[in-house]
């Protein structure tokens, strides 16, 4: 996970500080003060020369919001340099400083560039202190009325406390806390007595963590192991309804990772914090995972993609104890590695739990079409990037990392073979334990276990951006596939059918044309039939064709998966009609058994039918699709189908006779046997109700605020509502709130505010707010949490499909010259289909 600095404020601070000065000392023959943020060169030369690091912190939270949070830090460290003055990292800059001292003595430190820095004069080559009360800073710090957590991953800790913000400084932290009364609190070590947390295993700052606020507590014991939950939820049912599972899935998880890893839990005891609104699905805190609550705690319409959604979340977050916990990167350049090593192994581990889901498939629909979806844009990069700052860490998470980055790993396991690649993960896991490590330390403990190049193999894979891409040919019985760029080697599966029978053909693409020969003439060839192959795929046109008519026919669910991913990249690639994608879809969802095939075709349906159909061809399609919906919903058995079904009729219902049934069904005038609707089932109708401006949507939305049990999804949907106004001036005004950073504080809400702004039932009246939204990128950048750029760009062009919003997006690149490449890079990724739509 991750976020960013906060540069404007830096600035601002920066030009107090040459006012300001405190303590200062200046001397011209000094080397150049650091620059802001944490650069690679500052962090290596501190890596170096720093040692037995320890902070002592303490915190003191008032419980209104707007008050500071007064701190002290104690940092204990022996160091092997006295030639160089000491640099800590702590944004907050020198009106927050209220005391430095050295070695016990005050220091004559100096304020800048986010950073305090200490003469080296009043350091020794050994053991020193260095003691400073300060004002925390409120950035990382997530205050609200009733509760604050800390989030400070990749390098957010200074921006609340002074620090050594980089991984490959770990330390051990004891903290002391207080807060109102009637708060409960939770860090990563155990509280040993009120506010005081024992002392940690070595962690970068990145992991420390607490959370103080009104929680509920929940306790377990599992395996000999006592686990809590804190949580906010007011529905005792739903709490009840989830809390066995919670801690089950949790306890499965260590057991599993303990037995492969073959070292025990690392870190003591074991909380994790539900929090509403968190900015990710979870954060690997040890001792103290914090989670999006929404995400742990299931409602009773929960799908099935959502339960094992929860599990893999879980798995995840426990598999970051070993990998990113225990042996963390040496710099976030390498922080896919964690992100890939967790998903990989959150899939072992979920597997076994989920008996009736075809896990194969599960993976190509969780991984493939999101890896595309960046990996086939202008905006790709590799899986391991150059970083020269922290500050641009944020920028690095994306798809490349959370789902290319496993299909590439499950190559490297069929290349290396399963025991071979638990084998060197135990070395490497033992041999850099509670220490840091590169990609490339890896590389060469499993590189001794292979005859394979594995650098070179790494190199196109992992250090180059982009897909492969290979061509089908056939002639008669011979199948060849041509890849030009051969260096991308890769283990497939391809399916060919005959008249006579549906064959897998194991083959190994190394070569620029690889053949086969086929035992009768082949109906179709799909070379990501088995649902390995991972690049950019072109059908043969006999086998498009093919697919088009009878892909509902083929037996193996993986296989249909796989050919509806690749008729999909067809499809972008324009050699497949929107229109006969659809009716395919239409043809295929009544006869689609598997849930999972049933989500990915109505999500490629969602986005053909908004944003690829013109106008004319959506209105005469829609009566069509609403029918096979709401039949589909009628006829499907299980409750999680049904949820299914229904949200994606929610999304698309635009006939006056849908409407109308959706609205009885807000109202409570009809049910749908076998579906409960939950509080947030029924927020999300009332959204969808007011987008289609229905004559009582401003009544509906006011009703629907009343219905609320929940102050935290009120809160939230009254933030949303006047995105939906039926004004335009409300709905302006809304945007315009946006570009003050207090209005996008919580983040989610804002992205749902700006995605209902650019709703595709907008489009006239919100493709004025493209240009301003992208002005504001890079404030967005400095101010927000790492996913948000991200966010904030598809909230912006996800309902767009017009050619003049794609000339504003261009004309926009076109103008920034020195505009940042990662920002540059998110919104390359969002607009892609927007580009590819302007045929
Ligand atoms: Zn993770």
């Known amino acids: 996970m991750i976020s960013r600095t906060y540069n404007r404020i830096a600035f601002a601070l920066f030009l107090l500080t040459v006012i300001l000065q405190p303590g200062c000392h200046s001397n011209p023959t000094q080397e150049p003060d650091p620059a802001p943020g944490v650069p690679q060169t500052l962090a290596t030369q501190r890596a170096q020369t720093i040692s037995n690091l320890r902070y002592e912190l303490s915190f003191e939270i008032p419980a209104g919001v707007s008050d500071p949070v007064q701190g002290k830090a104690v940092i204990r460290f022996a160091r092997t340099d006295n030639a160089h003055p000491l640099v800590l990292d702590f944004t907050p800059g020198p009106d927050s400083i209220i005391d430095v001292k050295a070695n016990g003595t005050?220091?004559?430190?100096?304020?800048?560039?986010?950073?305090?820095?200490?003469?080296?004069?009043?350091?020794?080559?050994?053991?020193?202190?260095?003691?400073?009360?300060?004002?925390?800073?409120?950035?990382?710090?997530?205050?609200?009325?009733?509760?604050?957590?800390?989030?400070?991953?990749?390098?957010?800790?200074?921006?609340?406390?002074?620090?050594?913000?980089?991984?490959?400084?770990k330390a051990r932290f004891t903290l002391n806390l207080k807060v109102p009364e009637d708060w409960t609190a939770v860090a990563n070590g155990a509280e040993t007595s009120t506010g005081v947390y024992a002392k940690t295993q070595p962690i970068p700052t990145y992991l420390f963590a607490f959370a103080a606020g009104k929680f509920q507590v929940e306790t377990a014991e599992r395996n000999g192991r006592t686990m809590r939950m804190f949580h906010r939820e007011t529905d005792a049912e739903k709490v009840q309804r989830n809390r066995d599972a919670v801690f089950d899935l949790h306890a499965q998880a260590l057991a599993w990772l303990e037995k492969y890893t073959g070292i025990p839990y690392p870190f003591g005891k074991f909380d994790f914090v539900l929090i509403p609104s968190f900015q990710f699905g979870g954060m690997e805190h040890p001792g103290a995972i914090f989670y999006n609550a929404a995400s742990i705690l299931m409602e009773k319409s929960a799908t099935e993609n959502q339960m094992l959604n929860r599990a893999s979340t879980i798995a995840h977050e426990s598999s970051h104890m070993w990998f990113g916990d225990l042996v963390t990167m040496r710099w976030f350049n390498d922080v896919w590695m964690k992100e890939v090593f967790a998903n990989f192994i959150a899939?072992?581990?979920?597997?076994?739990?989920?008996?009736?889901?075809?896990?194969?498939?599960?993976?190509?629909?969780?991984?493939?079409?999101?890896?595309?979806?960046?990996?086939?844009?202008?905006?790709?990069?590799?899986?391991?990037?150059?970083?020269?700052?922290?500050?641009?860490?944020?920028?690095?998470?994306?798809?490349i990392i959370y789902q290319k980055a496993p299909i590439v790993m499950r190559q490297l396991e069929k290349i290396l073979g399963a025991e071979k690649l638990q084998e060197g993960l135990q070395v490497y896991l033992k041999q850099f334990q509670f220490g840091n490590a590169t990609w490339l330390d890896l590389v060469h403990l499993l590189d001794e276990r292979t005859d394979l190049d594995l650098a070179a193999w790494s190199r196109a894979w992992v250090e180059e951006a982009g897909r492969p891409s290979v061509e089908t040919e056939v002639q008669g019985q011979?199948?060849?596939?041509?890849?030009?760029?051969?260096?991308?080697?890769?283990?497939?599966?391809?399916?060919?059918?005959?008249?006579?029978?549906?064959?897998?053909?194991?083959?190994?693409?190394?070569?620029?044309?690889?053949?086969?020969?086929?035992?009768?003439?082949?109906?179709f060839v799909l070379p990501t039939g088995g649902g390995l192959a991972y690049g950019d795929f072109t059908l043969d046109s006999a086998s498009r064709t093919y697919l088009l008519q009878h892909l509902p026919d083929l037996k193996d669910p993986l296989t249909r998966g796989a050919a509806w991913v690749t008729l999909w990249e067809e499809?972008?690639?324009?050699?497949?009609e929107p229109q006969d994608f659809l009716d395919l879809a239409l043809r295929a969802l009544p006869q689609e058994t598997t849930e999972q095939n049933v989500q990915l075709i109505l999500g490629y349906s969602?986005?053909?039918?908004?944003?690829?159909?013109?106008?004319?061809?959506?209105?005469?399609?829609?009566?069509?699709?609403?029918?096979?919906?709401?039949?589909?919903?009628?006829?499907?058995?299980?409750?999680?189908?049904?949820?299914?079904?229904?949200?994606?009729?929610?999304?698309?219902?635009?006939?006056?006779?849908?409407?109308?049934?959706l609205e009885r069904v807000w109202r409570r005038q009809e049910k749908i046997l076998g579906l409960m609707l939950s509080e947030p089932d029924e927020a999300a109708m009332a959204l969808e109700l007011a987008v289609r401006g229905v004559p009582s949507a401003a009544a509906i939305l006011e009703e629907q605020r009343g219905r609320f049990m929940n102050p935290d999804r009120k809160a939230r949907f009254e933030f949303v509502m006047p995105a939906l106004s039926g004004d335009e001036a409300t709905r302006d005004k809304f945007f315009a709130s946006l570009s003050d950073v207090k209005n996008r504080r919580r983040e989610p809400w804002a992205a749902e505010g700006l995605a209902y702004l650019n709703h595709p039932l907008r489009r006239p009246q919100s493709e004025k707010y493209v240009r301003p939204a992208l002005d504001l990128l890079r404030e967005i950048q400095r101010t927000g949490d790492i996913f948000f750029p991200t966010n904030w760009m598809y909230a912006t062009l996800g309902g767009h499909n017009s050619n003049a919003v794609a000339e504003t997006v261009k004309g926009f690149l076109a103008e920034q010259k020195d505009y940042p490449v990662r920002l540059r890079r998110i919104i390359l990724q969002s607009a892609d289909e927007l580009y590819r739509l302007a045929w």
């Open 106 to 169: 005050p220091s004559q430190f100096k304020a800048v560039n986010q950073h305090i820095i200490i003469p080296g004069a009043e350091l020794t080559a050994g053991e020193n202190t260095v003691a400073i009360a300060f004002k925390a800073g409120d950035a990382s710090l997530n205050r609200n009325p009733d509760f604050m957590y800390t989030l400070f991953v990749p390098a957010r800790a200074h921006l609340a406390f002074p620090c050594f913000d980089q991984p490959d400084l």
């Open 347 to 399: 899939a072992k581990i979920v597997n076994p739990a989920f008996p009736g889901v075809n896990h194969e498939l599960r993976f190509l629909v969780s991984n493939y079409p999101a890896a595309y979806g960046v990996d086939r844009t202008q905006g790709t990069h590799p899986i391991r990037q150059e970083l020269d700052n922290l500050d641009d860490a944020g920028s690095l998470y994306g798809a």
């Open 478 to 523: 011979r199948v060849a596939f041509i890849q030009k760029d051969p260096r991308w080697i890769q283990q497939i599966d391809v399916v060919v059918g005959t008249a006579n029978a549906t064959r897998s053909v194991a083959l190994n693409l190394e070569k620029e044309r690889t053949e086969i020969q086929t035992e009768a003439p082949p109906q």
């Open 571 to 576: 499809l972008l690639d324009r050699r497949v």
């Open 606 to 661: 969602d986005t053909a039918f908004w944003n690829f159909l013109p106008d004319t061809e959506r209105n005469q399609l829609a009566p069509k699709l609403e029918e096979t919906l709401r039949s589909q919903l009628a006829r499907a058995a299980s409750s999680t189908l049904k949820s299914t079904y229904f949200s994606t009729f929610r999304s698309i219902v635009t006939t006056p006779e849908g409407v109308a049934f």
